[in-house]
């Protein structure tokens, strides 16, 4: 039985009735546990998923320092960074990069509160198929319910976080540069629309880390409560 719906259930158990139709349904070791036990597990499991992946993304290098997420060049941008290097600007190149990073690890700061909304508008019928579902069912029903959402917070913070970073004038002054070379084709690319989209592709990477871990490994459940709830679903 998947483990990570179990996080997302007790959004959907509006009333103590609902919450023990799922608790009657999950496999027993041999003991019992109130309703209200259970509710508090898997909200403390939300608290040690969701959020410990979010706010490892707000950190500083939460994308620049983490290979997974890290978002690099756009396709039309990266003969741009081919020839500041072989040109002696790999320094200039590398700070550009940087800041595209630091204003998605801006931006991530709102995600939090839209997917707390998500689940708890989660349905039973949506809880049961993500409990019968893949490794990061969970994490695909986040993303469906939520990129539009996220989308239209993130986007406008990465362009003031541009600014606020010096991105907008550190990427002025490299395209001035690279369209400067000789036998260059000018570029101009929507550098905000292209943050906002990685960054939105790396939170949902790292849920989706965090599920599978939470589906899988028995050490994750890190406190007596973590451990009670989640030994119902362990047969």
Avoid: H
């Avoid at 009657?24 to 499991?45: E, F, K, V, Y």
């Amino acid at each position: 039985m998947k483990k990570i719906a179990i996080v997302l259930l007790c959004f959907i158990a509006t009333s103590c009735a609902e919450l023990q139709t799922v608790v009657n349904n999950l496999p027993t070791t041999g003991g019992s546990l109130d309703p209200n036990t259970i509710a508090n597990g898997l909200r403390q499991a939300l608290d040690f998923g969701i959020d410990k992946q979010v706010t490892k993304l707000t950190q500083q290098n939460g994308f620049y320092g983490n290979d997974l997420v890290k978002i690099l060049l756009p396709d039309e941008l990266q003969k741009v960074d081919n020839t500041l290097r072989s040109v002696g600007l790999g320094s200039l190149a590398d700070e550009g990069l940087k800041v595209l990073n630091r204003a998605a690890e801006d931006a991530v700061k709102e995600a939090t509160p839209i997917f707390v909304d998500a689940v708890k508008t989660m349905s039973f019928a949506d809880a049961k198929n993500i409990l019968l579902g893949a490794d990061t069912a969970a994490t695909a029903y986040l993303e469906n319910k939520t990129t539009s959402a996220l989308y239209a917070k993130f986007n406008p913070v990465i362009k003031n976080s541009f600014s606020k970073v010096g991105a907008d004038q550190i990427w002025a002054n490299i395209i001035n540069k690279y369209n400067a070379i000789p036998l260059t084709n000018n570029v101009n690319p929507d550098l905000t629309d292209y943050v906002t989209g990685e960054a939105l592709k790396g939170v949902f990477t790292m849920i989706g880390v965090e599920e599978k871990e939470i589906r899988n490994n028995l050490n994750s459940r890190t406190t007596s409560l973590l451990k009670q709830v989640f030994a119902l679903q362990d047969n």
